[in-house]
């Protein structure tokens, strides 16, 4: 059972960092898997399809809710989805498993003019130069492109040398697929290359050290940048900027990224190409957030809507 901690940590940091879950969430996911350890009494690495199913009509049969039961097993899918796609376990006794199906809440997203007051603090948040160039295009890069965080902070620098207008990332599943580089977005990726690099040289020349392969790097242990470091960033940025912090996170800058290029026309396929999301049905669920978006916009201003300030 050692190993099952282990695992667990991998999942809860990568949901915590990646995708800005509140602690309340990230301590029910873990809740959960300790349940589902303890009730199979085996390690999650020799879980069976078998065993999932066992537990999951012990849940029936003990009368736990629907809620319960999709929610758990949302969770254990998640958490064999996430291990196989890092390559930390080779099958997924999950893929198979469904259950009772719970309406999913709408991704949280910004709009335009929250994405640009983070982008104002960004730039001008730092004690140094160094700093604030680095944080301008942290976040110009992330809004232009969509990548998910833990695609950015341990990007190459060899994949952005050129002054490229896109860039080669490599997904999940060590899937590769170019995004897209925004005017701005290269402007700050220019400056920021001019200082990081003038760094660098100094770590060779005075302290013997070499020089990092990655884009944005730091003393972690990983050589780059955290999703944690970033996920307390731009909480300190959304604080300052005004923008409701519960709202932001590293994974809400990439549902606005979608968001903002369904609104404006672009085809749901190229969104679906740009996330590198491997099924069109994950992609789909931002016509729902526009869609709601424009009826809220209805629903405020339309004379008839009972809401209107015409009344």
């Known amino acids: 059972m050692k190993n099952n901690q282990a695992l667990i940590e991998n999942f809860l940091e990568a949901k915590f960092g990646e995708e800005g879950l509140s602690e309340n969430t990230i301590l029910a996911y873990s809740r959960d898997l300790e349940q589902i350890c303890k009730k199979v009494g085996k390690s999650l690495v020799d879980v069976s399809q078998s065993d999932l199913e066992q537990y999951f009509i012990y849940l029936k049969n003990s009368g736990h809710s629907k809620s319960t039961t999709a929610r758990r097993l949302s969770t254990i899918k998640q958490f064999y989805k996430f291990h196989v796609e890092k390559g930390f376990l080779s099958t997924d006794p999950t893929a198979q498993l469904t259950g009772p199906r719970s ?11 929250e994405v640009e007051a983070l982008l104002q603090v960004a730039k001008n948040h730092g004690g140094t130069e160094y700093e604030r160039v680095r944080n301008r295009c942290l976040m110009e890069i992330l809004y232009a492109s969509g990548m998910r965080i833990s695609e950015l902070m341990s990007l ?3 994949s952005v040398r050129g002054n490229p207008e896109m ?3 490599k997904g999940k599943g060590s899937k590769e697929r170019l995004v897209p580089l925004s005017p701005s977005a290269i402007e700050a990726l220019f400056d920021w290359l001019k200082l990081r690099d003038q760094k660098e040289d100094l770590r060779l020349n005075k302290m013997g050290k070499k020089r990092s392969k990655f884009l944005f790097p730091s003393s972690s242990k990983q050589g780059h940048l955290t999703r944690n470091w970033f996920f307390n960033k731009i909480k300190e940025w959304a604080l300052i900027s005004g923008v409701k912090s519960e ?6 800058i990439r549902h606005a990224f979608a968001t903002h290029l369904l609104s404006n026309g672009a085809d749901l396929r190229v969104i679906q190409t740009l996330l590198g999301h ?6 789909e669920i931002y ?3 526009v869609n709601e978006k424009l009826k809220d916009t209805l629903d405020d201003h339309h004379p ?3 809401k209107s300030k015409l009344n």
Request: zero cysteines.
């Open 247 to 252: 709202n932001v996170s590293p994974h809400t």
């Open 167 to 169: 860039i080669l990332v």
């Open 103 to 113: 309406s999913k809440p709408l991704p949280k997203t910004l709009s335009v003019g």
């Open 278 to 283: 491997s099924d069109i049905t994950t992609t």
């Open 287 to 289: 016509t729902h957030i």
């Open 304 to 306: 008839l809507s009972g």
């Open 156 to 158: 190459p620098v060899s």
